[in-house]
Structure formats: C-alpha cells, structure tokens
C-alpha cells in the first residue's frame, strides 16, 4: 500500500505543472502555437477547437515540452544541482537512464532549454557537468543535440556581449557520480546564517499559507522573456526573438499590441509612431496570428534593426474617422483599416437594392 502510494506520488511529481492562463490559447481564440503537442515523444498533449489538455496516464514526465513552450506555461519540477567547483558554481544534471538517482537526476537532459540556461546563469552558475544515457538508443527519439545546440547558441550570446561562456563537461556516469559526492553546495549557499536560514524558511511558509488560501495569486513569479535574462550590454547585440513589421503593407490596426502579452510593441501617440521591444518578445506568435495583411514576423537571433515606426495621423475619406498608418504604407488611399478592406458604400447600395 505505501508502495504503491510512493510510486503514486513519484509519477504525479514527473507531470509537468501548468500555468495555463500564460498559455497563449488563453488569451486569443486563434492562436496557432502546438508548440507542446509536437514536442510531445507520448503524444500526450492534445489540442482541439475546445481545449488544451495533458493525458496525465500517457505522460512520462519527460519534461520535453517545457523548454519549447514560448510563454512559459509549462514547469517541470527537475532542476541541476548547483555545485562549488573551483572558483566558480557549476549545475550538475545527469539523465535517468544513467541509471543513477537522487539529487541533480532529470527525466531528460533536453528538457533544459534557453530559458532555463539564462535563469542558471543569472544565478551565478558558470558551467555545466552531465552525464547522459545513450540519447540514439533513448525510446523518446529526442533530438541528440538538443542541449549542445541550446547551448551554442547562449555561448554565442553571452561572448558577443563580453559575458565569459559556460564551460561544458559530459562526464561517464561514475565520474559524474564522484562530483556529485565530493562537491560542496555554492559558498552563497554555505553562507547563508542561521538567522537568514530561519526568516527565509518563515518567509516561504507565509507565502505557501496565503496562495493556499487563495490571497496571493498563484502566479505571482512573473515569467520573464529570455532577451531580458540576457546580460546588459550597451552595444547593439542579438537578441533571441525580434519582431519584424513590414511598414510598406502594416495598415496600422493596432491587432498586434493589443495582442502581445509582454507589451513588446506599443503606440507612441505624443510622437506617433510605433515602438518595438524586441528584448521583452517571447517569440509566442500571437501577433503574427492576428495581422490580417501578414505584416509581421518573428526572426530568431538577430540585431534589432527597426525599433520604431514613423506614422501618419489622417482621417478616411470615406467614413470620417481619424487613423494612424505607417508613413511608407505602400496603398495609401486615405481609407481607414475597415474601410480598407470593406466597402461599405457598396454593401449599403446593396441592401437597398
Ligand atoms: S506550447 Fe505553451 S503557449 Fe503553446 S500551446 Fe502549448 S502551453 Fe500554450
Ligand atoms: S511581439 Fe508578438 S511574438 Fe513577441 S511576445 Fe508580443 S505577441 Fe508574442
């Protein structure tokens, strides 16, 4: 019975928690992310017209899905062990099909995605130390060099910027086991006095209490885009998801700011024109779902080129109403955006006639 209650709970610990008002089908009807059903090895998330769900029978806590959802919404519950190694702190992770267990063991190593190495290395931790499976033999056919290339591509950020790189070591699993034995927790860690140690502890035990009675929202913890994990640099550097609007067939609908749940773009009525954050962009693509002339896009890794957008404030000549409109709008015919698209005048004669 406790058996099988423990084994219970160990399952029920492996099923990703969900923050589904972040999901971006919370916040349009249309939004064309599947980011999580295609990553998904047990096809375990299903998306119809209605909803978005997991099959928590089908689910084997893979994690596979966390990294590749733009919004955050998915958490998985296995994190690297945070490790003193030399001067620096290190996070060792090593997979389950090592066959070790304990501290620092996750499902699957490629469940750590860009997100979770910025927030690592926000965290002081400079390096990497992994032991993994035989990922080509792995029955989840993951990508094998998911986290090689993940990664890359942060090395590649962090030495633009002039930040030192992580440093990498995939270790046989009884090295990595010796590590794991004979490293000691992070000094900041070790530090940390008594007193500390009990007020943070009261700390969390109020905070738990109040989201358990429902005074604190539950998601408080704010998800944060990974351009602003990024280390600050003054020099024009590339950021890991940039919005791109063509001005010459923008309309100036406004759809995309209304949309963006990061507040990326944004009108500047006292200096009209539009403004762009791409630093704060999660790449989710809901603005991309809305723009009806498929002015924007997403690019990945680059320079940020255009972070404003000039406008023009006019009135239509044909219903009378003020609207703004990329100066360079290819078509200009001092039509508003619905007028633009419906001719109203027509309709009109239409249902007279
Ligand atoms: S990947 Fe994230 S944003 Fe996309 S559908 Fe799944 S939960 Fe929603
Ligand atoms: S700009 Fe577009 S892709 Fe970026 S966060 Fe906003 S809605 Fe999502």
Redesign the pocket.
């Known amino acids: 019975m406790l058996e099988e209650l423990r084994t219970h709970l160990q399952q029920e610990l492996r099923i990703p928690a969900?923050r589904?008002e972040?999901?971006?089908?919370?916040h349009i009807e249309t939004?064309s992310?599947?980011?999580?059903?295609e990553?998904c090895p047990k096809q375990a998330?299903h998306?119809d017209d209605d909803s978005?769900g997991i099959d928590v029978e089908a689910c084997d806590g893979c994690g596979l899905?966390a990294p590749?959802?733009?919004?955050g919404?998915?958490l998985h519950a296995h994190e690297p062990l945070l490790r003193q190694f030399n001067q620096t702190v290190v996070a060792l992770a090593a997979c389950e099909h090592t066959g070790l267990n304990g501290e620092g063991i996750m499902p699957c190593l490629h469940a750590l995605g860009l997100h979770d190495l910025l927030k690592l290395y926000r965290q002081g931790v400079r390096g990497l130390m992994t032991s993994m499976g035989d990922c080509a033999q792995c029955p989840r056919q993951v990508n094998r060099t998911h986290l090689a290339d993940v990664l890359t591509t942060v090395n590649a950020a962090l030495t633009q910027r002039n930040y030192p790189a992580f440093t990498y070591q995939e270790l046989p699993a009884d090295a990595w086991q010796t590590q794991r034995q004979q490293l000691t927790p992070p000094r900041s860690q070790q530090q940390l006095s008594r007193r500390h140690f009990l007020r943070r502890g009261l700390q969390n035990a109020v905070q738990e209490t109040l989201k358990w009675q429902g005074l604190l929202p539950q998601d408080s913890e704010k998800f944060l885009p990974p351009g602003t994990l990024l280390p600050k640099t003054t020099e024009p550097a590339n950021l890991p998801y940039v919005p791109q609007i063509d001005s010459s067939c923008c309309d100036g609908c406004d759809a995309c700011f209304n949309v963006c749940p990061h507040e990326v773009l944004f009108l500047d009525i006292d200096n009209p024109q539009y403004v762009i954050v791409a630093e704060q962009c999660t790449g989710?693509q809901i603005c991309v779902d809305v723009c009806k002339p498929q002015a924007i896009h997403i690019e990945h890794w680059m320079i940020p080129q255009v972070t404003h957008l000039p406008l023009h404030y006019q009135r239509c000549r044909r219903c009378g109403v003020p609207f703004h409109r990329p100066v360079d709008y290819a078509a200009n015919q001092n039509l508003c955006h619905i007028c633009n698209q419906v001719n109203h005048y027509r309709n009109l004669f239409q249902v007279i006639d």
């Open positions: 969900i589904s972040r999901c971006v089908h919370a939004a992310c599947r980011a999580c059903v990553s998330w998306l978005l899905c590749v959802c733009p919004q919404a998915i989710c």
